[in-house]
């Protein structure tokens, strides 16, 4: 293994140990490889000056029209959770489907989907689930596992149902790469791959997941619930 893999290792386990004990992404994120890199420098394996990139690389950044997108996902996360529209969303489409453990179930499901599609963010879509439909689903009966598997997997729909901040970022590097093999091979005019194209692709397997999701939670109540009901 190589002196850079080591030491790429050592970063990648020094983020995990970070984030895992508490510390704010933002610190995190932006603190370790700093340290990292003074820490390689110290042994001689980084050179100091790639730091002063830094500034150029934000800049860059922040004038990519594309990932713009990406802090107006965020804020819309934050929104639909502090004006509790998400919680009232849930509680109405709870009601629809009466109130039952399924209907729970379905209603937690059919909600992650619809904020998956509005603000296209993991971390904020499962905290709120978990605050809000977690209480409820252990109030009606629905067993732990099933609560907690349910919120963990339908708030990774966001990743998945455009818009996603995830399918953004892929395409921002999957358009550079595209373009860049084409003009390697002598195509100099290739048609990019739009982000477009990545929402269009993503969207029938966004929704096959919400169905089998949905198919998981009604066998798991038609014949799960029914056995542990037989045995007791």
């Not at 107006?72 to 489409?93: D, H, N, T």
């Amino acid at each position: 293994m190589s002196i850079e893999a080591i030491w790429l290792l050592l970063l990648g386990l020094s983020l995990l140990l970070a984030i895992m004990s508490g510390m704010p992404v933002m610190m995190a994120i932006s603190g370790i490889p700093v340290v990292i890199g003074f820490i390689a420098a110290a042994f001689g394996h980084f050179d100091l000056s790639f730091f002063g990139a830094f500034p150029q690389r934000v800049f860059g950044i922040m004038n990519n029209p594309l990932l713009i997108a990406v802090p107006l996902f965020v804020l819309m996360g934050i929104l639909l959770e502090r004006s509790k529209v998400a919680e009232r969303m849930l509680l109405i489409m709870a009601s629809f489907f009466g109130g039952s453990r399924s209907g729970l179930a379905y209603s937690v499901l059919i909600v992650s989907a619809l904020i998956a599609a509005s603000t296209g963010i993991i971390g904020a879509t499962i905290v709120m689930l978990g605050m809000i439909s977690l209480p409820a689903l252990l109030k009606a009966g629905v067993s732990v596992r099933l609560s907690s598997g349910l919120i963990c997997a339908s708030g990774t729909l966001g990743q998945i149902i455009p818009p996603s901040i995830v399918l953004i970022l892929l395409g921002d590097q999957i358009s550079n790469a595209y373009i860049e093999a084409q003009q390697n091979v002598g195509n100099f005019a290739p048609d990019p791959v739009s982000v477009g194209d990545l929402f269009a692709g993503a969207l029938i397997p966004g929704l096959l997941l919400v169905a089998l999701y949905a198919i998981y939670v009604f066998l798991h109540g038609k014949f799960i619930a029914e056995e542990s009901s037989a045995a007791q």
